[in-house]
């Protein structure tokens, strides 16, 4: 098993730009999530997702927009990026709500996106 | 929507044992607090999970009084590697990090 990969692992864009950034679980996890992390700081939640087809707003959702057609992907947006929205991003699956017994938060290694 | 609140930081040292509380005061009624350990240009990776009294696994123990209001994680005889942001998550489908406590165990 690959757990969780996130792709690409760095990125730079130009302020303008759109991207898309992939997450990909193969351990048949029912919810996924997106966070982003800016230096010496915490991670703060941007979409998150309980099931296929399902979305749904976090505390930073704004700039952002996020898909989960399949159970496996969860795809985080970038229609015009900012320089404010310069971080390392992170996806996180869990096999049910991370708050329920045995079901953690698993995480990719993240993406470096960087906009000038 | 529950939030925690931790400490900031906290600094010990080798061979210690630290222990980081963490105050979860709206906490639902079916929810597990869950400890995170995050290493610099990493993403969080799980410690240890309980529900009521105390909990030990390899890494740590996890203790949380009757009234699950709080919950401190302990590790016992910290080392260097220990260094890390360590964060406590409770709550629902909306899972949000919270700043952590940032470890840092000295030589």
């Known amino acids: 098993n690959a757990g969780v990969t996130q792709t690409p692992k760095f990125r730079v864009l130009k302020t303008g730009q759109s991207m898309t950034l992939l997450c990909a679980q193969d351990m048949n996890h029912e919810y996924m999530y997106w966070y982003r992390q800016d230096p010496g700081m915490g991670l703060r939640l941007i979409h998150y997702s309980v099931g296929e087809g399902t979305t749904a707003k976090g505390e930073v959702p704004d700039g952002y927009n996020v898909s989960r057609l399949k159970k496996q992907n969860f795809l985080l947006g970038l229609e015009s990026a900012a320089p404010s929205q310069t971080s390392v991003y992170f996806c996180a699956s869990s096999r049910t709500a991370p708050s329920s017994y045995n079901s953690p938060l698993h995480f990719g290694n993240g993406t470096r996106l960087t906009v000038t | 929507l529950a939030k925690t609140t931790q400490p900031i930081s906290m600094d010990s040292y080798e061979g210690q044992e630290v222990n980081i509380t963490c105050s979860h005061n709206?906490?639902?009624?079916?929810?597990?607090i869950t400890w995170y350990q995050q290493f610099p240009s990493q993403g969080p990776r799980f410690i240890i999970q309980g529900y009521k009294t105390k909990v030990t696994n390899e890494v740590a123990s996890l203790f949380i009084p009757a009234d699950r209001k709080s919950s401190t994680l302990s590790l016992p005889r910290v080392s260097l590697s220990d260094t890390a942001v360590y964060y406590c998550?409770?709550?629902?489908?909306?899972?949000?990090f919270g700043a952590g406590t940032r470890l840092t165990v000295k030589p």
């Open positions: 998550l409770v709550g629902e489908n909306d899972m949000r």
């Open positions: 709206n906490i639902a009624t079916n929810d597990y």
